[in-house]
C-alpha cells in the first residue's frame, strides 16, 4: 500500500506544480512552440517509447531501437539496432533533435559522441522498480512539455496497482529470457521480470541471485517453478511452448506438467512502461487461478 500512495502523491504533485505555478503564459509560449517545430524524436528503451506514444507524441518520433516493439507499427520505423550495441554514425543519419534514452542504452562513448555533435541525450532511469518507472513517465512527460498528461499515467497506474489482490496460496513464477542448449537464462531479483511476478502476485524462484543468470537442467527442477513465463521474442527461437518441452529439465517441473507453460508479450514482462499497471492486473488475476486451483487439489486429496 506504501508504494500505492508513493506513486497516487506522485502523480498529485505533478498535476499541482501544474495547476499553481508550472504553466506560466511564458511556458505555455514555449509549449506551443516546441510543438510548432515538431523536434525528431528517437528513443532508446521500449518504456520510453511507450511513453512518447501514450504521451501523444508518435508522430514526432523518427527511430527507434530493437526493444520497442510495442506498439507494433512503431516497428516499421527506422530502426538503430540494439540500445546496448548503439552506433553513432547510425543515429547522426536520421538527424535527430531530441535523444531519450533508457539508462541502460549504450555504449556510454556512443551517447557522450553525441552530446558533443550537440544532439540533446536525455538518459531516463527506467527501472527495476515501479517508482523508477513513475519518475521516468513524468521525466518523460517534463522533457516533451505534457506535464499534466505524464501525471494522469502515473495516476492511472496507481489505479491499478490497487486492484491487486493478495493471495494466500503463491505461485513459483519462472521467467526464461532466452534459452541455448542445456542453459536457460531466467531472472533473479533486481530485474524488471522480477518487479512483475513480485507486484503481480507470485514469488520470482529465481530471487535468489542478482540479474540474469544461465542454469542447467538441474537447477530449473531444483525451483519447482507452477509457472513459467516465456516472452514472446524468445518462444519463436525455441520452438513455442511445444519445443520448450523437450528441454531436459523443463518438462519435469510442475508447471509443464500442469500446462502452465504461458507465452507472454515480451515487453509485458521487459519493459515498465505506461501499460504496466494493466499487465500487472491481468497477470495477478491469471496467478490468482493457478494459486486456486492448487489450493482446490490439495483439499480434495485430503
Not at 232 to 252: P, Y
Request: aromatic share 4%.
Amino acid at each position: 500500500m506504501s508504494l500505492i500512495r508513493a506513486l497516487l502523491a506522485f502523480g498529485t504533485s505533478v498535476i499541482f506544480t501544474l495547476a499553481v505555478g508550472g504553466c506560466s503564459e511564458r511556458e505555455m509560449t514555449n509549449d506551443a512552440e516546441q510543438q510548432s517545430h515538431a523536434p525528431r524524436l528517437i528513443t532508446l528503451g521500449g518504456e520510453l517509447s511507450e511513453t512518447v506514444v501514450a504521451l501523444g507524441f508518435e508522430d514526432q518520433l523518427v527511430a527507434v531501437d530493437s526493444t520497442s516493439l510495442w506498439p507494433e507499427r512503431l516497428q516499421r520505423l527506422p530502426n538503430v539496432g540494439y540500445l546496448r550495441q548503439l552506433n553513432t554514425e547510425g543515429i547522426l543519419a536520421l538527424s535527430p533533435d531530441l535523444i531519450l534514452a533508457s539508462h541502460e542504452a549504450g555504449p556510454e562513448s556512443v551517447l557522450d559522441q553525441l552530446r558533443a555533435l550537440g544532439i540533446p541525450v536525455h538518459t531516463v532511469t527506467t527501472g527495476p522498480d515501479l517508482r523508477a518507472a513513475s519518475t521516468a513517465i513524468a521525466t518523460v512527460g517534463e522533457l516533451l512539455g505534457a506535464r499534466s498528461q505524464s501525471a494522469l499515467l502515473i495516476d492511472a497506474l496507481a489505479q491499478s496497482m490497487a486492484n491487486l489482490k493478495p493471495m494466500e496460496n503463491v505461485p513459483r513464477v519462472l521467467f526464461i529470457l532466452s534459452k541455448a542448449g542445456n542453459q536457460t537464462l531466467v531472472a533473479g531479483r533486481n530485474t524488471k521480470a522480477h518487479t512483475v511476478i513480485s507486484h503481480a502476485g507470485g514469488h520470482n524462484v529465481g530471487a535468489g541471485f542478482d540479474g540474469y543468470k544461465p542454469l542447467s537442467p538441474e537447477a530449473i527442477v531444483q525451483l519447482a517453478p507452477d509457472i513459467i513465463l516465456l516472452p514472446s521474442h524468445t518462444a519463436g527461437s525455441v520452438g513455442g511452448r511445444e519445443g520448450l518441452l523437450t528441454h531436459r529439465g523443463i518438462q519435469m517441473t510442475p508447471a509443464a506438467e500442469r500446462g502452465h507453460i504461458w507465452i507472454i508479450e515480451s515487453q509485458t514482462v521487459l519493459s515498465l512502461g505506461p501499460r504496466i499497471g494493466e499487465s500487472l492486473v491481468v497477470l495477478n488475476r491469471r496467478f490468482a487461478s493457478v494459486a486456486n486451483a492448487e489450493v482446490k487439489t490439495a483439499e480434495l486429496a485430503r
